[in-house]
T-cell receptor, first 115, second 114 residues
Framework: KAGVTQTPRYLIKTRGQQVTLSCSPISGHRSVSWYQQTPGQGLQFLFEYFSETQRNKGNFPGRFSGRQFSNSRSEMNVSTLELGDSALYLC??????????????FGPGTRLTVL | GNSVTQMEGPVTLSEEAFLTINCTYTATGYPSLFWYVQYPGEGLQLLLKATKADDKGSNKGFEATYRKETTSFHLEKGSVQVSDSAVYFCALKGWGNQGGKLIFGQGTELSVKP
């Protein structure tokens, strides 16, 4: 089975622009979660989708949004980019029903640099 | 709220040394506990997990036991190799509607010298 794929792998944007990142989960997985990784804040949860519905949201401003499509692929969008949004954005997928027991499988991440 | 605390790094060891990375957690209910590893330039890989008290997770020579009485999930390996050099993250998933959300510790960088 192919793993979680994320596109693009690298992005450079300038302040004020917006960006869309894409994630394709492992085939058959219906839950997708997004995380932001920075040297200062570490790994922080952004949001989680299951069957096209947002089930959980982290403590991020409204500039961060996401969605999930009927084929379980997910996108996240960041509007009005700030320098502090520079980070590695990781997507993770889980099989079946969301549960505390299910492990999450991570993609390689998208490295976003905001200039 | 739920949280995870890991020992600070970096940790530098010689090849074949014994490894312990401490992890303690705060959580309500019955969380599941995980160790993830991140190699340079890559995403996170699940190393091992435990879903209830006294469970022992193990993989590739690494072990960790879910200790509810001490709220700990310390990672151990008897003999490390240079290829184990990476950043290790302890994480928990909460109970109920928090089940889709991983909460991570700050990560511990391990460097193994030949």
């Amino acid at each position: 089975k192919a793993g979680v794929t994320q596109t693009p792998r690298y992005l450079i944007k300038t302040r004020g622009q917006q960006v869309t990142l894409s994630c394709s989960p492992i085939s058959g997985h219906r839950s997708v979660s997004w995380y932001q990784q920075t040297p200062g804040q570490g790994l922080q949860f952004l949001f989680e989708y299951f069957s096209e519905t947002q089930r959980n949201k982290g403590n991020f401003p409204g500039r961060f949004s996401g969605r999930q499509f009927s084929n379980s692929r997910s996108e996240m969008n960041v509007s009005t980019l700030e320098l502090g949004d520079s980070a590695l954005y990781l997507c993770a997928s889980s099989p079946g029903q969301v549960s505390s027991y299910n492990e999450q499988f991570f993609g390689p991440g998208t490295r976003l640099t905001v200039l | 709220g739920n949280s995870v605390t890991q020992m600070e790094g970096p940790v530098t060891l010689s090849e074949e040394a014994f490894l312990t990375i401490n992890c303690t957690y705060t959580a309500t209910g019955y969380p599941s506990l995980f160790w993830y590893v991140q190699y340079p330039g890559e995403g996170l890989q699940l190393l091992l997990k435990a879903t209830k008290a006294d469970d022992k997770g193990s993989n590739k020579g690494f072990e960790a036991t879910y200790r509810k009485e001490t709220t700990s999930f310390h990672l151990e390996k008897g003999s490390v190799q240079v290829s184990d050099s990476a950043v290790y993250f302890c994480a928990l998933k909460g109970w109920g509607n928090q089940g889709g959300k991983l909460i991570f510790g700050q990560g511990t960088e391990l460097s193994v010298k030949p």
